[in-house]
């Protein structure tokens, strides 16, 4: 990628819409924190621990991964 190609990516996202550009980045990390919870219940569930611990571990590390991706 270029300089000039740069400087558009630059303009481009100062002229996006910051509310919308929260609530979308909002909406991702939360259903990917859902998901995320899902699959920790199901993991504890089958391996006999604390559902409560298991969906909350889950869903913090789907949370964090999909906000790291997101700001990649």
Same mark, same amino acid.
């Given at each position: 990628?270029? !300089?000039?190609?740069?400087?558009?990516?630059?303009?481009?996202? =100062?002229?996006?819409? =910051?509310?919308?550009?929260?609530?979308?980045?909002?909406?991702? *990390?939360? *259903?990917? *924190?859902?998901?995320?919870?899902?699959?920790?219940?199901?993991?504890?569930?089958?391996? =006999?621990?604390?559902?409560?611990?298991?969906?909350?571990?889950?869903?913090?590390? !789907?949370?964090?991964?999909?906000?790291?991706?997101?700001?990649?």
């Amino acid at each position: 990628m270029d !300089a000039k190609g740069i400087l558009d990516n630059i303009k481009k996202i =100062k002229s996006i819409d =910051k509310d919308k550009y929260l609530l979308d980045k909002s909406k991702g *990390t939360i *259903t990917s *924190t859902l998901i995320g919870g899902g699959l920790g219940i199901i993991i504890a569930y089958n391996r =006999k621990k604390s559902i409560l611990l298991g969906a909350v571990v889950g869903g913090a590390i !789907a949370g964090l991964l999909s906000n790291y991706i997101v700001n990649k």
